[in-house]
């Protein structure tokens, strides 16, 4: 029987920095969090054997501890503990950004409906009933060690490419992870907000297409993008795929349209939301898809537009735009 592990920070199994990156390149590793030393035991023999390196956690606070310093490849995970039982273990895991990724295979001994659904509510992908199958445990850890692996490996691509992406949670809009040029771009957009522990969720706006677009992706309809404007920066957002359970992967990209709304600006004494206006009814938008891109109602962009109107000394939105593009073709002349 394994002794009990401490729960200091200072454990020696715990890995930390350079460490873990070069026992992970031979060994995947699984954190067993667990109050009970005899599970404990089973466990780590069976996955030891396995390949796998394996770290123990005895209480929520020290999972959390060791996840945080180790980033383990998945987490077995006992539901029920005392003090900080592994429902709230993994709520916090998923807030944050730098484990949110790993995946969480619960285990426990209540097989009833509510406490499977609170599982996967709180995070978990996978979840295995007590007494431990050593077999079956290992074979749904291969499993998602795969998923994981593939995924952690894409994000490392993607990242390395500068690629805007990230992963949110459709239930409520929550980022779960994105590179640096999508934090970017969503700052610059103002698109995300704080939810307090939760972190960076999707704007209403976002979070509305998306569940949308999530809806059709089910019924195999095809989706479509949605954009975004401000400052003249504007951003496409394309659903691409379901990257786990209720978490799909949101590709960004953009294009600026700084240079010609400016020159609309000089060209035609506009001022700068006018301009934006004009660009957008030279693209063929209506005054409600404007709204939509400019963060306004209908009915300012049509007062914009009658502003436009008189300066332009046309009636019609037909004429505006040809204006417009007339004067756009002249100066990429």
Known sequence: MLPRPPDSPADPNVLRGPERMRLGENSDVVLIVDDVPDNV????????????????ATSGEAALERAAHARPDVVLLDALMPGMDGFEVARRLKRDAATAHIPIVFMTG???????EAAFEAGGVDYVT???????VIARIAAHVRGARQARQARSALDA????????????????????LARELLQALDATREAGTRGP???????????????????????????????GRRVSFALHEATGEDEWLLVLTESNDRASIEGLAVAFRLTGREAEVLHW???????RDIGDILGTSPRTVHKHLEHVFAKLGVETRTAAAAMALGKLKRGAA
Not at 130 to 136: D, G, S
Request: hydrophobic letters at 45%; aromatic letters at 6%; zero cysteines.
């Open 201 to 231: 969720v999707l704007s209403e706006t976002l979070l509305d297409w998306m569940q949308a677009q999530a809806v059709l992706a089910a019924t195999e309809q095809a989706g479509y993008p949605i954009v975004l404007a401000r400052d």
């Open 130 to 136: 007590k007494p431990i199958r050593p077999r079956e």
């Open 41 to 56: 035991s089973v466990l780590h023999d069976a996955l030891d054997e396995s390949g796998y390196t394996v770290l123990v």
């Open 281 to 287: 009814v030279a693209q063929g938008k209506t005054n």
């Open 161 to 180: 490419f500068g690629h805007a992406v990230i992963t949110v949670r459709a239930g409520d809009g929550r980022v779960l992870w994105q590179t640096p």
């Open 110 to 116: 209540l097989a009833e409906t509510e406490h499977v």
